[in-house]
């Protein structure tokens, strides 16, 4: 939990180092180093169903907690209860459990049917801005013009935005996968996989739930937007 409204996930490899986004490009905390034991700071070995609860974690509104085996790690608000990530498949879940090689990366996790997405840019998308059910969506920039429809452009932003409908009040949170090898990304209306070709799986969870209080939260982590120079107008 790097701040009330903000939790990190990073998943690597324990003994080889992992190309990750340079921490000099984006100035952020670095990832927790294994303890002078050996062990890491979460090692599942010899447990089968192991969760952080939340008075171990303070009175964040993200409540991180895991399964060993198979492995799988779900995100959850404090407020309501209300899962916002799960990467654990069951016999109904369309995907699989998490995939972590030299040079392939999956993961996906549930979501609610009618929840609403919107980002994993920056593309041209004929039908908007929101993420559409059965679509692949690439991330691998390209210095191509924005006049084409289906077509990837200059930046990379494995971000997503999701809004959801609770008791007729809407409910937002973020979430960021720090990565910038080429990815797919497959969102079959009732979960969302990401296929990465290398890196680590290096997520930010941001718990919103206002629009407002969602952007701020994303950019006091990736940068203020800059004004436009008056003489561009």
């Known amino acids: 939990h790097e701040t009330d409204d903000r939790l990190r996930v990073h998943i690597t490899d324990a003994e080889r180092q992992r190309w990750e986004v340079p921490y000099n490009l984006l100035p952020r905390a670095p990832a927790p180093l294994p303890l002078s034991s050996g062990r890491s700071l979460i090692d599942m070995r010899g447990r089968k169903d192991f969760e952080i609860t939340p008075s171990e974690h303070g009175e964040n509104e993200l409540i991180f907690g895991f399964n060993a085996d198979p492995f799988g790690f779900y995100v959850r608000r404090r407020s309501n209860g ?3 990530f799960n990467s654990t498949a069951d ?3 369309h995907y699989g459990q998490m995939v972590f090689k030299d040079q392939y ?3 996906s996790t549930s979501l609610p049917e009618n929840s609403a997405l919107y980002g994993l840019g920056e593309n041209t998308q004929p039908k908007g801005i929101r993420i559409q059910p059965h679509d692949k969506y690439t991330l691998y920039t390209t210095d191509i013009s924005a006049i084409n429809l289906n077509t990837d452009l200059y930046g990379d932003h494995p971000y997503y935005v999701e809004l959801r409908n609770n008791g007729g009040k809407a ?3 973020g979430v960021l996968l720090m990565n910038s090898n080429a990815m797919d990304v497959f969102y ?3 979960s969302l996989t990401y296929k990465v070709i290398g890196g680590v799986l290096d997520f930010y ?4 739930p206002t629009p407002l209080g969602l952007m701020d939260q994303y950019t006091s982590f990736v940068g203020r937007p800059a004004p436009m120079p008056y ?3």
């Open 205 to 208: 969870f941001f718990a919103g």
């Open 82 to 84: 209300e899962t916002l």
């Open 105 to 107: 990366l999956e993961i």
């Open 231 to 233: 003489w561009a107008l």
């Open 91 to 93: 016999k109904r879940s």
């Open 188 to 190: 079959r209306g009732t």
């Open 171 to 173: 409910s937002f949170h």
